[in-house]
Nanobody, 124 residues
């Protein structure tokens, strides 16, 4: 079992930056692939970015490529999402997710463990 707690959301103006954190419980964090997803009101949850267990592989949605950066610190059981050049369309609840595995994963259905989400609002 893995428990995930996101933090770092908030209100920011367009063009600004935020850094989200996702703290995980459990001793096996280093064996888990991690992902960030987001869900805007009235829309389905969508993939943002994923990182493999050792941080060697990442994959970004086209909509955030070049603006967002995922990283992880296995010693701290934490994954981060640095979000730069934020746009109003980035407004959503952001969720981190975890699953055991040796690669990265991009589908909502591939992740059994989820955090409660953190709100990110970007004003124009």
């Amino acid at each position: 079992q893995v428990q995930l707690v996101e933090s770092g959301g908030g209100l920011v103006q367009a063009g600004g930056s935020l850094r989200l954190s996702c703290a995980a419980s459990g001793r096996t964090f280093s064996s888990y692939a991690m992902g960030w997803f987001r869900q805007a009101p009235g829309k389905e949850r969508e993939f943002v970015v994923t990182i493999s267990w050792n941080g060697a592989s990442t994959y970004y949605a086209d909509s955030v490529k070049g603006r967002f950066t995922i990283s992880r610190d296995n010693a701290k059981n934490t994954v981060y999402l640095q979000m730069n050049s934020l746009k109003p369309e980035d407004t959503a609840v952001y969720y981190c997710a975890a699953r055991a595995g040796s690669r990265y994963y991009i589908s909502v259905n591939e992740y059994p463990y989820w955090g409660q989400g953190t709100q990110v609002t970007v004003s124009s």
